[in-house]
């Protein structure tokens, strides 16, 4: 089982390799990860009894551990804990910079020119001058009580950590000064002016300070950084809403979304968030789904459809019947899968950790090394004690611990926002490696549906053909079937009875209508029909462009052709030559034959593919692959894609596809664009470059750093007291967090549906336009009846003869509309219109005109 913890008491990259190292040790333990960044830590153990004996090694560890709950509003009670916390540190911060520009002006105003306060330049006043500085730094230090407590506690428990650092050298810098003030009071008490005036300059209370003042500086700005980081989890909590109206018996009610359970009916009103997942029981809206899917565009949710918790209702009233409430609804899943994300560490990562497992004791033991030199040397207490609390001072674990976790977090918050969710530290490292790029076909360059496109009559039907054949459909399960079902239902819902009705296998099928029998079905089993030629010439001409093709024929003669296709998505294209310009290869994978494979092939510039390919060939395909050396990546969305999922280095899953397939992937792009996939490529070779500048900085100011701070360039006149070592400590940790939120920045490849429909029309010459069932616009062309098409809206708000009149009219000045006839009982509006009719403008004005079109 895997259990998450809240750690408290960590500071750095040696706190977190410890906590790592203490809770390994017990032998229930399989796998742990610490994460600096969010205080968290992330346990796969054997059973439940284990929990109680991890929360004990990290207390004998010197840290404070409890279990974390999955709760989004437990989260949120952190997530407000934290900002108090951010808080509480500024106001301690001010305080402490107010008394330590004091104490610098005690301390140092007399090089300065300055007057100072009580005469203290005196020298018969330097008891009440060091006593004061004193009092100042002590103020100074009980103020940041908890680098001590932490410190010190640290290094009993055998585990120091940078906060030891800072207290060993504050310290050790406080405790010299007071040795050397009441040097200077003894020296006082005899008159001697001369040990006085030396003693003076001995003084070091304002660097016990200003290490103390400069670090919180440094680790609140580094705390408001890592807060911006992880802006992105909190932003996402924040759109599930707090409350809901809950219909009861007939009531509303309004309730915490806490409170509601599977087979709620929600009331949800233009402008609320919907606050759960579910079905449309009443009414229709347009639906803003942007901040989940990452579709700029509207989408209208009708009765039946599905709307997913957080998405906007933007222009009417539904009434929700809840399917998934609390964690189990999608937007819970997404901040899971984030939060998930930033507990796994990049393997990246490792050799930052190893290096901050010993870090800590190896400055420690540079510190007293180098006191102990320069005291051999013969330089003098004094100085060789300044070496080593620089040493102490300027060492910068923090930035290692940094360096990953950071990039990670904002990496993952960046694909969040733009609707790629990332499982793991490992799989956003993986994927920027793919130099084979492997996809399915069916579902994930395609939509996986067929669509109607053509319907040619070649013998006379008065326009029936379309009627004629889904009759016929409508009794079959075939996908195709739904096809040609649903292209009919889009302008009637009146069918003819189907009598006698047969499947033939792997021909059609065949039924009566009113005592005339009538087959759908491949045109091959139509040799004896009448207009055979004709109809094979027709066939071969849409197969050419990867259509497939049916027959319509009664005893004597072919009556029609429908065709269908699965649409290539507008996106893979691009999202393929994309790919090839980052000199990845691409390869195809799919189930059709040879002929339908090689056309889709060449419309997409995919040099190599694999037909006829069963899942479990799939699978071996790819264990090849990485046999041979390649680093695979395999998109797809289906059950028979999971294997395949689970066998390549690196998987991304489509989000619309089947709950395995999700399972199974690394990553999960949730708006169906494969755009995304190059984004999520793109964005791992950010990340991992990003990550690399980070070790690179951290590791090369610690080796660049010490030695000076130890006084190995003194000779050259290159120091580093303790107050500029504390400020350089700070910016190291400052520089890793600021480099790694520039990945916020990084330019992903967008394009919206508009765009995709637009592309995807022009492609297929698609005129009319209708809503499929992704609500995805897209134009049917049917030839018939001279061109003529018909199609019923409803229209809300019209109430009299006048509505009557106006919508007519507008209806019949709108471009190639012939007829317009209103049904006020029913408000619904029949037309007729040619093929380069607008939909768009006919809807627009009368929209416009103060009613409403339901498509």
């Not at 330097?126 to 001590?148: K, P, T």
């Not at 507008?570 to 691409?586: G, H, R």
């Not at 897209?778 to 708000?797: D, L, Q, R, S």
């Amino acid at each position: 089982m895997q259990s998450e913890f809240n750690i408290e008491g960590m500071t750095c990259a040696s706190c977190q390799a410890r906590i790592e190292k203490a809770v390994k040790n017990l032998d229930s333990v399989e796998f742990v990860a610490v994460n600096l960044l969010t205080n968290k830590m992330t346990v796969r153990h054997k059973n439940s009894s284990d929990i109680e004996k991890i929360i004990e090694a990290c207390e004998a560890a010197g840290y404070g551990a409890s279990l974390a709950s999955k709760e989004i509003t437990k989260e949120k009670q952190n997530d407000i804990k934290s900002d108090k916390k951010l808080k509480s540190k500024k106001i301690r911060l001010i305080f402490s910079i107010l008394l330590m520009l004091i104490l610098m002006y005690i301390a140092m105003g007399e090089m300065l020119g300055l007057k100072l306060p009580f005469n203290f330049e005196k020298i018969e006043a330097s008891g009440l001058f060091a006593l004061s500085q004193m009092l100042i730094s002590a103020i100074i230090m009980l103020i940041n009580y908890e680098y001590f407590t932490r410190g010190f506690k640290a290094i009993f428990y055998k585990n120091p950590n940078m906060d030891s650092l800072i207290a060993l050298g504050s310290s050790a810098s406080f405790i010299y000064s007071v040795y050397v003030l009441f040097k200077i009071l003894d020296s006082l008490m005899y008159m001697d002016f001369n040990s006085v005036s030396h003693l003076r300059h001995s003084l070091y209370f304002e660097s016990a300070a200003m290490i103390l003042t400069l670090i919180s500086i440094g680790k609140y700005l580094e705390d408001k950084s890592k807060h911006k980081a992880t802006k992105a989890i909190r932003d996402l909590m924040d759109l599930a809403p707090k409350f809901a109206v809950r219909i009861v018996d007939g009531r509303e009610e309004k309730v915490s979304v806490d409170d509601l359970r599977v087979s709620d009916i929600i009331l949800i009103k233009p402008g609320e968030k919907a606050p759960v997942d579910g079905i449309v029981m009443e009414g229709g809206s347009d639906v803003d789904t942007s901040s989940i899917s990452g579709e700029s565009l509207p989408i209208y949710k009708k009765v039946g459809d599905r709307i997913i918790s957080s998405s906007i209702i933007l222009t009417g009233t539904v009434k929700l019947k809840a399917e998934k409430v609390g964690s189990d609804t999608e937007i819970s899943k997404i901040i899971r899968l984030v939060e998930d994300a930033n507990q796994t560490k990049a393997p990246i990562a490792k050799l930052a950790d190893k290096v901050s497992g010993i870090f800590i004791p190896i400055v420690i033991l540079i510190s007293l090394v180098t006191f102990l030199i320069w005291n051999i040397i013969g330089i003098g207490f004094e100085k060789s004690l300044i070496y080593a609390i620089s040493v102490l001072v300027v060492s910068c674990p923090c930035a290692l611990g940094l360096a990953t976790p950071v990039a990670i977090m904002v990496a993952t918050g960046k694909a969040a926002r733009n609707s790629i969710l990332i499982k793991s530290g490992q799989s956003l490292e993986s994927i920027g490696k793919t130099d084979l790029a492997i996809f399915d076909k069916t579902g994930t360059i395609t939509y996986g549906y067929p669509a109607v496109t053509d319907i040619l009559e070649i013998k006379e039907t008065n326009g029936e053909l379309l009627k004629l054949a889904a009759s016929l459909e409508k009794h079959s399960e075939h996908p195709i079937a739904k096809a040609v079902v649903d292209e009919y239902m889009k302008s009637s819902d009146s069918f003819y009875k189907i009598n006698n009705f047969r499947n033939l296998s792997g021909s059609g099928i065949i039924g009566e209508i009113e005592g005339k029998k009538y087959f759908l079905g491949k045109i091959s089993s139509l040799e004896n029909r009448a207009n055979y030629k004709e109809a094979s010439k027709l066939m071969n001409d849409l197969s050419r462009d990867g259509k497939t093709v049916m027959g319509l024929a009664d005893d004597s003669e072919i009556l029609g052709l429908i065709a269908v296709i699965d649409l290539i998505k507008p996106s893979s294209k691009e999202a393929i030559e994309s790919l090839q310009n980052m000199k990845i290869k691409v390869l195809m994978l799919t189930g059709d034959n040879f002929n339908t494979a090689s056309k889709f092939a060449r419309d997409l510039n995919i040099e190599e593919f694999k037909a006829d390919v069963l899942p479990s060939d799939k699978e071996r395909y790819i264990n090849s692959k990485n046999e041979e050396g390649y680093n695979t990546l395999m998109v797809g969305d289906g059950i028979n894609d999971a294997p395949s999922l689970a066998r390549a280095k690196s998987s991304i899953a489509i989000g619309s596809g089947t709950d395995i397939a999700v399972e199974s992937a690394d990553m999960v792009i949730l708006n169906n664009n494969l755009l995304d996939v190059v984004n999520a490529i793109g964005l791992s070779k950010a990340t991992l470059r990003n990550i690399k500048e980070n070790l690179f900085w951290a590791f090369i100011y610690n080796i660049i750093l010490i030695p000076i701070a130890a006084g190995a360039f003194s000779s050259f006149g290159i120091v580093l007291n303790p107050m500029l070592g504390s400020l350089a400590m700070s910016l190291s940790s400052l520089f890793v967090v600021g480099n790694a939120l520039r990945l916020n920045n990084y330019k992903m490849l967008h394009k919206s549906m508009k765009e995709q429909i637009e592309e995807r029309d022009k492609k297929y010459n698609l005129k009319n336009i209708e809503n499929d069932k992704d609500q995805i616009k897209i134009n049917k062309k049917i030839e018939g009846e001279k061109g003529k098409m018909k199609k019923t809206y409803t229209v809300e708000n019209m109430m009299c003869d006048h509505c009557k009149k106006t919508v007519e009219k507008i209806a019949l000045n709108t471009k190639d509309v012939d007829k317009a006839e209103v049904t006020l009982d029913k408000k619904e509006l029949y037309i007729e219109f040619n093929d380069s009719f607008r939909e768009d403008e006919l809807v627009n004005s009368i929209n416009e005109a103060g009613y409403k079109v339901i498509k």
